[in-house]
């Protein structure tokens, strides 16, 4: 491809007249440029000879927060197997060294971050485990929007997409809204859905004639509620923190989060679910943070300077499309990322799904070009395994919450539940068990890993070391806390 871009505000222009595309030249067009689709061309732009990117939203000229990321405000955690299938979306593109040198933070999971679960507090072990990285949802939606563009030439327009051109055997191309309401068609030989959890896909395939698909809710009420503040001095090595929700203790899940972000800041993110919900005032949301089973959250935010109000978000919910199930699937279309499911975002995974659905997507295109007959039903179908994975861990969670709407537990969810607890009870004294939890919480590996011999013979014998009782503090990081701690006395 020639006429590479150099950066995401170069390529904001208008949408091109269909009349202009060359002859013969293959195009994609990808609507939505979030995560999941800015990704997505990354990997179609090998196989074809022009990406268009299309988003409805002006987009920022810098890692500022937009109005299309409902959930951009709050903590949001690369997990490092997301983090590895980008850098195969985008190979030699250095993304993780330019996260890394926007601000972002490398966080082990196994000896960098302080995390009581409902089975207890978990052991700093080490031997650090899986990484994953720590930023604002913003410095990481831009840095990834200026790699893509900077690496494949992508073209990135504010557009608003409409429906699809095609019939119910191919899509060939994408009709796109102009500001006075005219609409025009915009070619292509590839099209991918990333618009994310606001799609009309539903209304889109059945304008085409393809009807049925089934769609599944399950909504525990989360509400977010995020402050950002100052790292004070001498804290800027302090762990990430976390005091996660009990799904188990039949009342609202109520979690807190203290995670360090670029520009010297920590975020202070609070969740709870229906009828336990953090409210929006300063010294509510302190003292919430205050009131879960350990305070260590609100104690480190009570010595910190605040530097934004709180923001509350409320879109939730676990969605999901069964589009890989659809009885027909036209040609030259996927959809990816939200688009196809959305996770309660207290489970870190929507981004990595994004991310390797993307791969896959990359993968196929390159072993048979955009036009290979089943391409588009072999990637809907295979990008559904990690959603599977993604979303038997959320639900399986969220249906114990006792408001929760769409799923009650099953004997099934009773089982595994058991077993999961079991697993992570035993993780919290096990440096093995521990690592199997780290493998497929980081989507390194799926779930068959929490099942294999080594470890069903760990949760057999259970912990080898005793429950801690409080967090595993250094010297230095417990006197930090004290001299933070306003609330003592």
């Given at each position: 491809m020639s006429g590479r871009a150099s950066g995401a505000r170069a390529v904001l222009r208008a949408v091109p007249d269909a009349a202009s595309r060359p002859g013969g030249a293959r195009r994609a067009v990808v609507v939505g440029a979030g995560l999941a689709g800015l990704l997505s061309a990354a990997a179609l732009a090998p196989a074809v000879d022009e990406v268009i990117v299309l988003d409805r939203d002006e987009l920022p000229a810098g890692p500022e927060h937009r109005k299309g990321l409902p959930q951009g405000r709050h903590a949001h955690l690369l997990m490092a197997g997301?983090?590895?299938?980008?850098?195969?979306?985008?190979?030699?593109?250095?993304?993780?060294?330019?996260?890394?040198?926007?601000?972002?933070?490398?966080?082990?999971?196994g000896s960098g971050m302080l995390a009581l679960s409902p089975e207890g507090w978990h052991r700093r072990w080490r031997h650090d485990g899986p990484s994953m990285l720590s930023c604002t949802r913003a410095l990481l939606d831009f840095t990834v929007r200026e790699t893509v563009v900077e690496h494949t030439g992508a073209a990135v327009r504010r557009a608003r997409a409409v429906?699809?051109?095609?019939?119910?055997?191919?899509?060939?191309g994408v009709r796109v809204a102009a500001p006075d309401g005219t609409e025009s068609e915009l070619n292509?030989?590839?099209?991918?859905?990333?618009?994310?959890r606001g799609?009309?896909?539903?209304?889109?395939?059945?304008?085409?004639?393809?009807?049925?698909?089934r769609?599944?809710?399950?909504?525990?009420?989360?509400?977010?509620?995020?402050?950002?503040?100052?790292?004070?001095?001498?804290?800027?090595?302090?762990?990430?923190?976390?005091?996660?929700?009990?799904?188990?203790?039949?009342?609202?899940?109520?979690?807190?989060?203290?995670?360090?972000?670029?520009?010297?800041?920590?975020?202070?993110?609070?969740?709870?679910?229906?009828?336990?919900?953090?409210?929006?005032?300063?010294?509510?949301?302190?003292?919430?943070?205050?009131?879960?089973?350990?305070?260590?959250?609100?104690r480190l935010a009570a010595g910190a300077e605040p530097l934004t109000e709180v923001h509350l978000s409320r879109s939730t919910s676990n969605v999901r499309r069964h589009l890989e199930k659809a009885d027909r699937w036209p040609e030259g279309f996927v959809a990816l990322g939200d688009a196809v499911a959305t996770f309660?975002?207290?489970?870190?995974?929507?981004?990595?799904?994004?991310?390797?659905?993307?791969?896959?997507?990359?993968?196929?295109?390159?072993?048979?070009?955009?036009?290979?007959?089943?391409?588009?039903?072999?990637?809907?179908?295979?990008a559904a395994r990690s959603v599977d994975a993604a979303w038997a861990a959320a639900v399986g969670q969220d249906v114990w919450y006792p408001d929760t709407r769409g799923a009650r537990p099953s004997a099934a969810d009773r089982l595994v539940t058991a077993y999961s607890r079991r697993l992570t009870r035993t993780a919290t004294g096990s440096y093995r068990a521990a690592a199997a939890l780290w493998d497929v919480t980081?989507?390194?590996?799926?779930?068959?890993?929490?099942?294999?011999?080594?470890?069903?013979?760990?949760?057999?014998?259970?912990?080898?070391?005793?429950?801690?009782?409080?967090?595993?503090l250094t010297a230095a990081e417990r006197k930090i806390l004290d001299e933070l701690d306003r609330t003592a006395g």
């Open positions: 997301g983090l590895a299938a980008m850098e195969r979306v985008l190979p030699g593109a250095g993304l993780r060294r330019r996260l890394l040198a926007a601000g972002a933070r490398e966080i082990s999971l429906g699809l051109v095609g019939d119910a055997e191919r899509v060939r292509a030989d590839f099209v991918v859905d990333a618009s994310g799609s009309r896909i539903e209304t889109w395939l059945a304008e085409l004639g393809i009807t049925g698909v769609t599944r809710t399950v909504d525990s009420g989360l509400v977010n509620a995020t402050r950002v503040y100052r790292t004070p001095a001498g804290a800027e090595q302090f762990p990430l923190t976390v005091v996660q929700a009990d799904p188990y203790a039949a009342a609202p899940g109520r979690s807190a989060m203290l995670m360090p972000v670029e520009g010297d800041r920590w975020m202070v993110s609070l969740a709870g679910t229906r009828g336990g919900e953090p409210p929006a005032d300063p010294d509510g949301f302190l003292a919430y943070a205050l009131g879960l089973p350990d305070p260590i959250v609100g309660n975002p207290a489970y870190g995974q929507g981004m990595s799904v994004a991310a390797l659905g993307a791969r896959l997507l990359g993968e196929e295109a390159g072993r048979a070009g955009v036009s290979a007959p089943g391409l588009s039903r072999r990637v809907q179908r295979g980081s989507l390194n590996t799926g779930p068959e890993r929490l099942f294999r011999p080594g470890t069903l013979l760990d949760v057999a014998c259970g912990a080898l070391l005793p429950p801690l009782s409080g967090p595993p």
